[in-house]
């Protein structure tokens, strides 16, 4: 695709990386602190589709819109398909951390999972967007080999002055003076496609918010959802990816709420910090 085509075309929608989540949102009648010319929400959520391409293209592969193969139904109707729950354990979660990344991971399943949901995180953090952050977690989240192949590629990607511009950044991938910047990653849970032991296949079904919270914002903070599927080999006592995939949803309806004030948004993302995942 274009990338012209990834970011929405002529300005319209400023959109350029990944899915498109389909999320009804209700915006107040009254005054809306984003703007006067705020967009709809299929607009909106142009925009969110920022987060997947930039992270398909950390692993500098042309990942688009992959989809697995379907699942087998269950033999009758009468009884359900096997479930993999994330579900608490009571396993102590690990202590370590590497550029602020959990580490030190089981090499079990669950640690595997762990670990996918950790690195979904990070690499769907606005730390990517910042050159000494962005270096810590790829070499963080990466196998060695791997890092030191598509760092370069990384960098391009995320000091791309047009595309900084399309998201309403500056050249340092900062944003303007009064805006807030949120790119936040939220995983609802993850489940193994494939472990060996030493190698596993996780795939991981998160939401994110992307935007830029604050008056007069171009680019209000959206949702979108996401699945992506980390290929891990075990190295060095613990996780790291060697590659992943990602595909749009499954997204949920929307339900018909108010979208947030820009200022209740900014501050609900400075007041409530993200989370570590371990179970």
């Known amino acids: 695709m274009s990338t012209d085509d990834q970011y929405g075309g002529g300005g319209a929608g400023h959109g350029e990386v990944g899915g498109t989540g389909q ?7 009254s005054s809306d602190p984003y703007g006067p010319s705020r967009r709809t929400p299929r607009a909106s959520r142009g925009l969110i589709t920022v ?40 396993v102590p979660p690990v202590d370590g951390k590497s550029a602020g990344i959990p580490k030190g991971f089981a090499q079990t399943e669950q640690g595997a999972q762990s670990a996918a949901a950790n690195y979904a ?7 990517m967007f910042d050159p000494i952050r962005r270096r810590a ?20 990607v995320y000091s791309n002055q047009e595309f900084l511009a399309r998201i309403g950044l500056d050249a340092t991938g900062k944003a303007p003076k009064g805006l807030t910047f949120i790119s936040r990653t939220n995983p609802v ?47 060095n006592g613990d996780w790291q990816v060697s590659n992943f995939t990602q595909k749009d949803g499954p997204a949920p309806v929307g339900r018909d709420q108010a979208a947030a004030s820009a200022e209740e948004m900014a501050a609900a993302v400075s007041q409530f910090g993200g989370l570590t995942y371990a179970r």
């Open 137 to 156: 977690i790829v070499q963080a989240v990466y196998l060695p080999d791997v890092a030191a192949a598509r760092q370069g590629d990384v960098d391009r």
């Open 189 to 235: 849970g993850t489940k193994t496609e494939r472990f060996s032991g030493d190698t596993a296949s996780v795939s991981v079904w998160y939401s994110t918010l992307f935007g830029l919270a604050g008056e007069g914002s171009k680019n209000p903070v959206a949702e979108s959802w996401y699945t992506n599927t980390f290929d891990l080999r075990w190295s």
């Open 23 to 29: 999320t009804r949102t209700r915006f107040p009648e």
């Open 51 to 90: 987060v997947g391409v930039v992270v398909l293209l950390i692993a500098a592969i042309a990942f688009a819109n992959q989809s697995h193969t379907p699942q087998t139904p269950p033999p009758t109707a009468d009884k359900p398909p096997a479930t993999n729950p994330t579900a608490a354990t009571g």
């Open 121 to 127: 995180v990070a690499l769907g953090s606005d730390g």
